[in-house]
């Protein structure tokens, strides 16, 4: 079955501790994208990559970070969370040629 | 630059009546469209997608859509919904060039009311 598996579902953490949402496909898809989803706002893209060791910004990148050492594997890194960063996380990937996005459940983190 | 606008933040609807979700784009390049569904506490799901053809375009669950290039719409509807629909829908477009990108729109929460 594709899918696309986030970790943790929930988090609550305090500021300035550093921690990692993690994010795995089995779909081999080169295109992998963060996006966080606020009331009112959507859905905001992080980061993306497309390919292994390719990444780039966003519309929302300040403070983040990611990498691809492998294609199944998509790491969200928060250097030093704030309250600002409170949100739901999405993981997602699509193929290159037909666009569709397939989505992770989802990580709800809360930075206190 | 693309937008997305879904001018209705809230639709509610009786169960088994028809619905119509309303998408309006702004794009200087063609673009792709598509739809996406949220359940509560789960990942976006595709529903529907319009790439090129048939402008009219059939999804899951029963949902279909069509792209009106003259209006930029690509409306949903379903003739007859269920309380199983209530979820929140967002509509999506892409432009066929550069990077792909997607623009999202703000959503839509479609409640069925027994």
């Known amino acids: 079955e594709a899918q696309v598996t986030q970790n943790p579902r929930y988090l609550i953490t305090v500021t300035g501790k550093k921690l990692t949402v993690t994010c795995s496909q089995n779909?081999?898809?080169?295109?992998m994208s963060w996006y966080r989803q606020d009331p009112g706002l959507g859905l905001r893209q992080i980061y993306y990559s497309m390919n292994v060791e390719v990444t780039d910004k966003g519309d929302v990148p300040e403070g983040y970070k990611v990498s691809r050492k492998e294609k199944r594997n998509f790491p969200l890194i928060l250097e030093s969370p704030s309250p600002n960063q409170t949100s739901l996380y999405f993981c997602?990937?699509?193929?290159?040629?037909?666009?569709?996005?397939?989505f992770g459940s989802g990580t709800r983190l809360t930075v206190v | 630059a693309q937008s997305v606008t879904q001018l209705d933040s809230q639709v509610p609807v009786f169960e088994e009546a028809p619905v119509e979700l309303r998408c309006n784009y702004s794009s200087s390049v063609s673009v792709y469209l598509f739809w996406y569904v949220q359940y509560p506490n789960q990942g976006l799901q595709l529903l529907l997608k319009y790439l090129s053809g048939s402008t009219l375009v059939k999804g899951i669950n029963g949902f279909e859509a069509e792209f009106n290039k003259s209006q930029t719409s690509f409306h949903l509807r379903k003739p007859s919904v269920h309380i199983s629909d209530t979820a929140e829908y967002f509509c999506?477009?892409?432009?066929?060039?550069?990077?792909?990108?997607?623009?999202f729109g703000t959503g839509t929460r479609l409640k069925v009311l027994a």
């Open positions: 997602a990937t699509r193929d290159i040629t037909n666009y569709g996005y397939t």
């Open positions: 999506a477009v892409i432009s066929k060039s550069g990077t792909y990108k997607y623009i």
């Open positions: 779909m081999n898809h080169e295109y």
